[in-house]
């Protein structure tokens, strides 16, 4: 490939959340010395218009503080500071709460903010860039290795879709659930389609939420009430997909009609407000979270219901512990793009993946259908938890991703 215009140690493609912050943490890890690109064609778009809101648990709040960038959000942030599930059908007049959780992990320390995505990757970019991250505009194309004589310098050439190449020791896909990168490096993966599709808005209500989140495990799937700043709510709303595409597509007053059927009054008049999206949902992991020269993460690596709301969180833990074997490497001189140190963060991230992958397969399983059968022995379990304090707060830690090999980034602890 001609054309190149730099060689450098990590390229990373995909600027959303797990992409601009590997590269915050490697480069906060390992400094100035150690280059590290994000391209992304969204990259310095803003987002305006995208309302989407994420549950970001206290693990992830922890690193983020820890890199200097929840200051800049913590204002827009809700925390959840309680939390009510209910196991009901649509008709029900009363939903009797089975589980409810007091929103904390630690003290003073809520298990979870929500955040709208727009402000959370609006100020992850402002520190990339504060601190010297390479920022493109543009998509990774292709990529090849070196050849011979090229090749004693154990590089990728990547292309970019503006025209130009560089060549990375490592190339990183972060480029979300349809990554061409996974794709062009040969990598299948395996899972399945839910059939489900979550519809994601926002509303607007009369009376304060006080930080209550809802989960409401209604017999197509869960519907949940997140609470955003303000008397806002982000609503995740999942129904088989022809039923939401049919939804969506419904006009104003219609739509209410639906929505209000499962949010109910109990913060008074609603209103719908911004974009109506739908998202299909499945459970998909990538084969292998490596090949030559190359490491998966976040979504691109797997994608489970977001039913936990823990897609995020396991994709920030692929980022500390990918952080963590690099880091390693790179101090000790070593090439962070060899199969020695791409094999150790491999290791290290697919059990857990598989294990909450399936955990949250089980979950939506168990939930997201009428048996009678299940649903007595779903409200048995529930009602345990409740009344187990112990149990409960393990429920709660686990939630909040503090709880298994948690890798060191995501217990606020410097590398
Ligand atoms: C309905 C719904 C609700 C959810 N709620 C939550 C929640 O509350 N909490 C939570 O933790 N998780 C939640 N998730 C999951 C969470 O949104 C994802 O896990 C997370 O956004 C994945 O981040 P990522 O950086 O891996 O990928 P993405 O956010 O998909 O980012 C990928 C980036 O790569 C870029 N890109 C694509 N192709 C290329 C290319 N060729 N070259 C360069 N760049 C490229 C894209 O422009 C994009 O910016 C939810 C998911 C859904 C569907």
Known sequence: MTGRDDQIDVLIAGGGFAGLTLAIVLRQGLGPTFSVTVADPTL???HADDERASAIVAAARRLFEALGVWQSVAEEAQ??????VTDSRLGDAVRPAFLTFPGEVEPGEPFAHMVENRFLIAALEKKAREIGVGLRATAVENFSRLSFPQAHAHRLDVAFAAGNAVSPRLLIAADGARSLIRERAGIAVHGWDYSQSAIVTNVSHERDHDGRAEEHFLPAGPFAILPLKGRRSSIVWTEATPEAKRVVALDDAAFHEELEARFKLQLGEITAVGARRVHPLGFFVARAFIAERIALV??????????????????????????????DAARLGLDPGTANVLERYQRWRRFDTMTMGIATDALNRLFSNRSAVLRAARDLGLGMVDRVPGLKRLFIREAAGLVGEVPKLLRGKSL
Do not use: R, Y
Request: hydrophobic fraction near 55%; avoid cysteine.
């Open 44 to 46: 310095g778009a803003g």
């Open 79 to 84: 925390p959840i500071l309680d939390m009510v």
């Open 298 to 327: 976040g979504d691109a690596a797997h994608v489970i219901h977001p039913i936990a709301g823990q897609g995020l969180n396991m994709g920030l833990k692929d980022v500390a512990a990918l952080t963590e074997v690099i880091v």
